[in-house]
C-alpha cells in the first residue's frame, strides 16, 4: 500500500525553484531516501511533507487524505534534523515523554511508554542522565526515540548522522535501519552521502536541479543508472566520452573500439553518449594470451591500497580508468607496470550525457 503520494510538488523562492513537478509514492513500511548534491531541494521537499513548508503547488497526501493545507503538528509525524533539537537541561527520560506530555498523555502510561522506548533504543540506565552528558550516537538515539514516541506513521529525518564522525556513522546507519525494519515504519531520510544511501534505503530518490533524476532500488540505480549525472552521483564509475559510428561498435576516446551487449542502437542514444563502466567490473591482468575486442592496454599509473580494497588508476591512450580489486587478488601490481584491461561487454552501459544547463 502506498502511504505518501506527492503531486505536481512545486516550490519557488522567487523566481528559483527550489523543488520543480515532483510525483512521488512512498510505499508503506519502506525507507526512502533523498540523495542528492547540496541545494538540488531535498530538505525543501522533506519540510513541504512535514508542513513546515508550503508548496507553491502541487498536493501532498497520506493514507489517502490530503495533508496540502494541515499544518505540521496537526500531521502527525515524528522528525530529526540535523541539529537533533533536543533539550539540553533535560533528561533522557524528560526529552523523549516531551512529545507524550505535549499530547496529554496520562504520567504512567508516559512512564510505560519511555521505558519502553528506552529498551528500544538500549539506553534504559541512562533514563536522569541529562542530554548534554551524552554522547553523540547516545543523542541521536534519544531524538530518534522522541521522534517516535507517539508512534507517528511516518518518519522524517533530515541528514541527522552528519554531525557523527565516520565510524560512528556507519554504526547508526545501521542501528536506523534495524529499529526501522522492526517498527515497520515508513521513514524518509534526506542524505547526500551515497554510501548511507546505499546501505539504508528500500528505494533511493536521486534528486537534481529540484527534480526527481531517477527513482528506484539502490543496486537497480547503481547498476542501470539513467543519466550521466546519476552515475557519478551513485558510486565510482568509469564515465567515457565515447563515439557511435552506426554499428555496434563505440569509438573509445584514444580511437580504439569495443563492443558492448546492449548495442547502440537499441538503447536508443541519441546526441552525446558516455560508456559507463563500475571500477569493480574492470579486470586486470599482466598477461593477455587472447587480446578480444574489449582488452585495452595500458600502465598503472596509481595504485590506493587500503587493506581491504586496492583501487588501480591506469593510464590507456587517450584516457584513464579505474579497476577495484583487492591486495590478494593482485598481490603483484606496482606503479608504472603495463597492463591489460578487460572491459566485459555485458558490464558497459551506454548512458545520455550530462546536459550543460
Ligand atoms: P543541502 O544538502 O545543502 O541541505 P538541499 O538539497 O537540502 O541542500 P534545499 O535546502 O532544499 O537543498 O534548497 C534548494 C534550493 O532552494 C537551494 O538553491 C536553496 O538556496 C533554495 N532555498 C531553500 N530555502 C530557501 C529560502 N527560505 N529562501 C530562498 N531560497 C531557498
Known sequence: MTHLTLQAVTKRFHTAYAVDHVDLAVPDGKLVCFLGPSGCGKTTLLRIIAGLET??????????????????????????????????HMTVAQNIAYPLRLRRVAKDAQAVRVAELLDLIQLPHMADRPVSRLSGGQRQRVAIARAIASSPK?????????ALDAKLREAMQVEIRLLQQRLGITTIMVTHDQREA???????????????????????????????????????????????????????PGGQQIIVDAAPRATGATGDVRLL?????????????????????????????????????????????????????????????????????????????RTAH
Not at 547503481?222 to 558510486?235: K, L, M, Q, T, W
Open 198 to 252: 546505499m546501505t539504508m534505503a528500500d528505494e533511493i530518490v536521486v534528486m537534481e536541479k529540484g527534480r526527481i533524476a531517477q527513482v528506484g532500488k539502490p543496486l537497480d540505480i547503481y547498476r542501470n543508472p539513467v543519466s550521466e549525472f546519476v552515475a557519478d552521483f551513485i558510486g565510482l564509475g568509469n564515465i567515457l566520452p565515447v563515439t557511435l559510428d552506426g554499428t555496434d561498435r563505440i569509438g573509445l
Open 154 to 162: 511516518l518518519l522524517l529525518l533530515d541528514e541527522p548522522l552528519s
Open 55 to 88: 508548496a507553491t503547488s502541487g498536493t501532498v497526501a497520506f493514507a489517502g487524505r490530503d495533508l496540502t493545507h494541515v499544518p505540521a503538528n496537526q500531521r502527525d509525524f515524528g522528525m530529526v534534523f540535523q541539529s537533533l533539537a533536543l533539550f539540553p
Open 277 to 353: 563502466i563500475r571500477p569493480e567490473d574492470v579486470s586486470m591482468r599482466t598477461v593477455m594470451t587472447d587480446r578480444g575486442p574489449n582488452v585495452l592496454a595500458g600502465k598503472v599509473a596509481f595504485i590506493r591500497d587500503v587493506g581491504s580494497s586496492l583501487e588501480a588508476t591506469i593510464d590507456c591512450a587517450g584516457f584513464t580508468l579505474t579497476a577495484a580489486t583487492t591486495p590478494r587478488e593482485t598481490p603483484d601490481l606496482r606503479v608504472g607496470m603495463p597492463i591489460y584491461a578487460e572491459l566485459p561487454p555485458h558490464a558497459c552501459k551506454l548512458i545520455a550525457a
